[in-house]
């Protein structure tokens, strides 16, 4: 599975960005997706998972209420849809999946800045 993530951007504090993943291969649809992201200085985080079938979706604490995952298994896609942005979602945006029986992500994007200034 390769995975190309895009939608990165610069925003204001308070303003909104979608992210989408777009993957190759013709077995997304069994992929659960994750999102993380890396901020300058920081390890890798988590932010957002969603199950292949879309049924179940996880949030990280301090996204939770405001960034929204969904998935288009017709489009080989998964989005991330973040609202309310605050300056310390500045990160670089990876997204990763796992496939059946996988317990750890091994399938990453390149990533995607987002910059969020106050």
């Known amino acids: 599975v390769q995975l190309q993530a895009s939608g990165g951007g610069l925003v204001q504090a308070g303003g909104s960005l979608r992210l989408s993943c777009a993957a190759s291969?013709?077995?997304?649809?069994?992929?659960?997706m994750g999102w993380f992201r890396q901020a300058p200085g920081k390890e890798r985080e988590f932010v957002a998972a969603?199950?292949?079938?879309?049924?179940?979706?996880s949030y990280a604490d301090s996204v939770k209420g405001r960034f929204t995952t969904s998935r288009d298994n017709a489009k080989n896609t998964v989005y991330l849809q973040m609202d309310n942005l605050k300056p310390e979602d500045t990160a670089v945006y990876y997204c990763?999946?796992?496939?059946?029986?996988?317990?750890?992500?091994?399938?990453w994007g390149q990533g995607t800045q987002v910059t969020v200034s106050s």
């Open positions: 990763a999946a796992k496939g059946p029986y996988m317990s750890k992500y091994v399938y």
């Open positions: 969603i199950s292949w079938s879309a049924r179940n979706t």
């Open positions: 291969g013709r077995t997304f649809s069994s992929y659960d």
